[in-house]
T-cell receptor, first 113, second 116 residues
Framework: AQSVTQLGSHVSVSEGALVLLRCNYSSSVPPYLFWYVQYPNQGLQLLLKYTTGATLVKGINGFEAEFKKSETSFHLTKPSAHMSDAAEYFCAVSGQGAQKLVFGQGTRLTINP | GAGVSQSPSNKVTEKGKDVELRCDPISGHTALYWYRQSLGQGLEFLIYFQGNSAPDKSGLPSDRFSAERTGGSVSTLTIQRTQQEDSAVYLC??????????????FGSGTRLTVV
């Protein structure tokens, strides 16, 4: 079985500040991990993913995430927040042999000017 | 098509009425998923279709919910005798066969259902 926990349903940062969105997972198989972003009134868009190989993955819009097996984490970061980053972010897990993705509850990111 | 298309984008219905939500996946994508997004509830898996295999209906919340996929392409999610708690955004996603686990899905923009 797989599950995802996103710590913090709402995160607020100032423009230019570091963005850190937390994701912890549980998986009985080596995980594949994803971050999706949802802008208002839109569907979800893939930001980045980890399957195998390098544990630091880079995605679109300057975001990156690091897979830490020992901590069962896949936190999303961006060095400097921009107003356009305001959105809802979802972490998801699957794994080899899995038929579907399991999503976290989502974190709403607000950027303060 | 170029992306996953869902219709209608918004639907307001009276309690007790039936509704049909449509999803047209990316051409060639054999896997199709329905999720429900309720306020503060994240994404809840509803049903999964893969080719000619029997669908995984394990996420359907009640027997008022059903879905079909005709010709391996378009899918319709039907909610009978709608209740206010059915109000949510219903998201459809598709992927190439066997690749969802490693590559993720492509999502549609969703149908916002409001039951009044």
């Amino acid at each position: 079985a797989q599950s995802v926990t996103q710590l913090g349903s709402h995160v607020s940062v100032s423009e230019g500040a570091l963005v850190l969105l937390r994701c912890n997972y549980s998986s009985s198989v080596p995980p594949y991990l994803f971050w999706y972003v949802q802008y208002p009134n839109q569907g979800l868009q893939l930001l980045l993913k980890y399957t195998t190989g390098a544990t630091l993955v880079k995605g679109i819009n300057g975001f990156e995430a690091e897979f830490k097996k020992s901590e069962t984490s896949f936190h999303l970061t961006k060095p400097s927040a921009h107003m356009s980053d305001a959105a809802e972010y979802f972490c998801a897990v699957s794994g080899q042999g899995a038929q579907k993705l399991v999503f976290g509850q989502g974190t709403r990111l607000t950027i303060n000017p | 098509g170029a992306g996953v298309s869902q219709s209608p984008s918004n639907k307001v219905t009276e309690k007790g009425k039936d509704v049909e939500l449509r999803c047209d996946p990316i051409s060639g994508h054999t896997a199709l998923y329905w999720y429900r997004q309720s306020l503060g509830q994240g994404l809840e898996f509803l049903i999964y279709f893969q080719g000619n295999s029997a669908p995984d209906k394990s996420g359907l919340p009640s027997d008022r919910f059903s879905a079909e996929r005709t010709g391996g392409s378009v899918s319709t999610l039907t909610i009978q005798r709608t209740q206010q708690e059915d109000s949510a955004v219903y998201l459809c996603a598709s992927s190439l066969e066997g690749q969802a686990a490693a590559y993720g899905y492509t999502f549609g923009s969703g149908t916002r259902l409001t039951v009044v």
